[in-house]
């Protein structure tokens, strides 16, 4: 119970003050008799510092169980902050973890595109070969260089990644061979694809003597249609001597086909015209015996045997579709039947 001695407890005052009133008290020691007074006051303050001693074990109690409580809060704090401490050491071993991971799964998978690129290249390299051409070829050369000179950093060029070096080198190469591998006459120059005269020495049918024939004959009816075999420039459309009329494309990279006896020019000179786009039209013009096609592929200046290129497999027919983008190749009229 609390009690309170203020004055809002008027009546609560003057019961505990009439505890106290004054008292005569009588010592007699066998000799003599001594009258002692005490008065309210005095009474009411020794029952104050009698209450005042009796509390005091109390209040240390008390201050002992608040100290008690700080300790076990501050012990509390400094547990949880442990623990945080632990978690967060934890999850940086697992971030560690995941990020290794993760670097792991990277460099399984640019391993894996590198063997991709090394063998699509290694494929198509074959393939140029074998059309007796060196892939060497179709690398871009350097041209012209320079610019402002900047230094690089040797921390960053020591930091690069030398996997990643290796694919981008990979796919630089395979990049420039298949753009390239554009320039190769690979599209038949007629749907309907038959020899009458083969590349090489033959019989000359005017002299009947030995000749060197530079290309293939091949015959059809006049103003069957004749298309450009690979994208190219336009370098010549006109009469010339021993052709008649003749196209001839340039397709860069030092590749160059030939049209002639012609009975129709479509293609205009300088114009740029795609892999299988109507060039002109079969006829008989010059030095021929009767309708038909000679085709000629050349390569530096040289005519070399169409055969392989008009024979080439699928693959470079591939190739050069992913090369320009991966939409259908214009394939206008030559077809196998």
């Keep these: 119970m609390k009690i309170s001695l203020s004055y809002k407890n008027p009546d609560l005052l003057a019961r505990f003050r009439s505890l106290f009133r004054t008292r005569d008290f009588f010592l007699h020691d066998g000799t ?6 005490l008065t309210a006051r005095v009474q009411m303050a020794a029952a104050g510092a009698a209450l005042a001693l009796a509390a005091l074990p109390l209040l240390a109690t008390v201050q002992i169980a608040v100290g008690a409580s700080q300790a076990d809060e501050v012990a509390a704090m400094q547990d949880s ?23 792991r799964r990277e460099s399984a998978l640019v391993s894996v595109a590198k063997d991709i690129t090394d063998a699509r290249y290694k494929d198509t390299s074959a393939l140029v070969r074998a059309l007796g051409m060196a892939p060497a070829r179709f690398h871009r050369s350097a041209g012209g260089m320079g610019g402002p000179y900047e230094p690089v950093d ?44 083969s590349f090489g020495v033959r019989s000359d049918p005017f002299r009947g003597s030995a000749a060197m ?4 004959d091949i015959p059809g009816p006049i103003g069957t249609p004749i298309y450009a075999t690979a994208d190219g420039i336009v370098g010549r459309s006109q009469w010339v ?26 293609a205009k000179p300088n114009s740029r015209v795609k892999r299988g786009e109507l060039i002109g039209l079969m006829g ?10 000679h085709y000629e592929v050349r390569i530096d200046g040289r005519a ?5 290129f008009i024979q080439s497999s699928d693959y470079l027919l591939a190739v050069q579709q992913r090369a320009a983008g991966g939409t259908q190749i ?5 077809a196998d039947d």
């Design 32 to 37: 003599s008799l001594r009258h002692f007074k």
């Design 81 to 103: 902050a442990a623990a945080m401490r632990a978690d967060a050491v934890a999850m940086k071993r697992d971030a560690a973890a995941q990020l290794a991971e993760i670097e």
């Design 154 to 197: 040797p921390k960053a060029a020591k930091a690069a990644d030398p996997q990643f070096k290796a694919l981008f080198t990979s796919w630089k190469k395979l990049d420039q061979l298949e753009q390239g591998v554009m320039a190769i006459p690979s599209l038949k120059p007629v749907s309907n694809m038959l020899f009458s005269s």
């Design 213 to 216: 024939h530079a290309g293939v």
């Design 241 to 266: 001597s021993g052709y008649g009329n003749m196209v001839e494309v340039d397709h860069g990279k030092g590749i160059q086909t030939r049209y002639g006896h012609l009975s129709k020019l479509i």
């Design 284 to 293: 008989s013009t010059g030095r021929s015996t009767g309708s038909h096609l």
């Design 304 to 308: 070399v045997n169409p055969m392989p």
């Design 330 to 334: 214009a394939q206008g009229g030559p």
